[in-house]
């Protein structure tokens, strides 16, 4: 794209390679603008393209300092080695693409007595229709033997595949953890208590990764639910996209986006319910209360430390573990959104339970946590223009790596008619002296 205010053109961030959006954006149409660059608040750092030429890209890791493997949405995993995207997928998985159907989530973990690295993959199967993980090993030039970790149900709604989630960390206890959304149901495990038994939606899971069972310490194992609840570790996920560990005190924190207000940040401790469908956004601003949630044994409610009353859609969440871009920033969050392409920074509070605010967010009145105006989502806004934010990650240089993709030209007719094409770029956000 060319540079400059004249050249800003209109971009698309509603998806149907990555529709990371609330129910109402399925019926309309966005359209807006956005520049060829990033800006960034920070005048000592600087944001650059590393890597283009990427198609919907969902999600990526590094392998090491020179390598990085990446998800295209419609089922390429692709390989940048040395900077350079290489011109063959390493890797191409035969993917159910419907809607937020896709190849959707990737992590990894080194087992101390192999020298391949455990690569575990979140992807929609096309026969029969499943959102599965599965383990493969990275040999250096592909993924070999692949093992089924987890086999999870794909949308009630074939016509309208939502909140598949597909998002996966490692956890410092060395289990695997992977989230998935309601995909548009609505049972026990959605707070209503009447619906059907817990069927593996709204959930995030924490099993082992050699065997994919559950943890024999996970929060629900004793709960005497009719459905095997030994793999579960928190319920009432309505939609997300983002998972991390706090490195500091190993606490798990997500991303949920709500249905027309109130997208969220939460704290996940073990027996975690985040409330949805009954609640989005603190309970004391609803009609509700906790007896209105279904309640497991060994589960509570928490309010999220963090929303947003009108959408942004967030995506992934980042703890930076690393120092060279200021001390201000390290172990501090980063989250991305799909809606504005803004990434946001939130400095954590001192016993790390919560986001600290410094006196501009207080003045701007964010006090209450909630994000109400356009000054108070500009105060946390670190930079702007990604597009579609679908992947944050320190780099093992030290850096912030934000992976995005957008699309030029007007949306004619619904979203579902755009189904790849999705310009994808790795962006680096380093200091200013770095050379490039």
Not at 27 to 44: E, F, G, K, M
């Amino acid at each position: 794209m060319q540079k400059g205010v004249g050249s800003i053109r209109l971009l698309i961030v509603l998806s149907a390679s990555l529709i990371l959006l609330n129910p109402s954006a399925y019926i309309s149409s966005y359209v807006r603008v956005l520049h060829a660059q990033p800006s960034i608040s920070d005048t000592n750092l600087i944001v650059q393209p590393i890597v283009e030429g990427l198609s919907a890209p969902t999600d990526m890791i590094f392998l090491d300092k020179n390598n990085i493997l990446v998800l295209e949405k419609e089922g390429n995993v692709r390989l940048v080695s040395n900077g350079t995207l290489q011109s063959h997928p390493v890797l191409h998985i035969s993917v159910n693409r419907t809607g937020e159907n896709g190849l959707l989530g990737i992590t990894m973990s080194i087992e101390s007595k192999s020298p391949n690295s455990n690569i575990f993959l979140y992807y929609t199967n096309e026969n029969p229709l499943r959102n599965r993980i599965y383990k493969f090993q990275w040999n250096g030039e592909t993924l070999v033997n692949p093992s089924l970790m987890l086999d999870l149900p794909a949308n009630i709604y074939p016509s309208l595949p939502t909140h598949n989630g597909g998002k996966m960390v490692i956890g410092p206890d060395g289990y695997l953890y992977a989230v998935i959304g309601d995909m548009a149901n609505i049972g026990k495990l959605q707070n209503s208590l009447r619906g059907k038994d817990p069927d593996y939606t709204g959930s995030i899971f924490r099993i082992n990764p050699t065997n994919g069972s559950g943890a024999s310490d996970n929060p629900f194992v004793a709960s005497g639910q009719k459905n095997d609840m030994s793999k579960y570790y928190a319920y009432g996920i309505r939609n997300s996209f983002g998972m991390d560990f706090d490195p500091v005190t190993g606490n798990l924190w997500d991303t949920e986006n709500g249905p027309n207000n109130y997208d969220e940040i939460n704290l996940v401790r073990p027996g975690f319910n985040s409330g949805s469908y009954q609640v989005m956004g603190p309970l004391s601003l609803s009609n509700k209360t906790e007896d209105d949630l279904f309640n497991l044994p060994g589960s509570h409610y928490a309010d999220p430390v963090f929303s947003w009353n009108n959408t942004v859609a967030p995506t992934d969440i980042e703890f930076f573990r690393s120092s060279k871009l200021g001390d201000e920033y390290t172990n501090n969050i980063f989250v991305g959104d799909i809606k504005r392409g803004n990434l946001y920074l939130f400095d954590i509070n001192e016993n790390r339970d919560g986001i600290l605010l410094n006196s501009a967010q207080q003045k701007s009145g964010l006090s209450d946590l909630i994000v109400n105006s356009e000054e108070e989502l500009s105060s946390v806004t670190f930079a702007s223009g990604f597009g579609g934010i679908t992947d944050i990650e320190t780099g093992p240089d030290g850096f912030l790596y934000v992976l995005s993709y957008y699309k030029e030209g007007e949306i004619v007719g619904g979203p579902y008619h755009l189904a790849k094409n999705y310009n994808g770029t790795i962006y680096r956000i380093s200091s200013n002296n770095t050379s490039p």
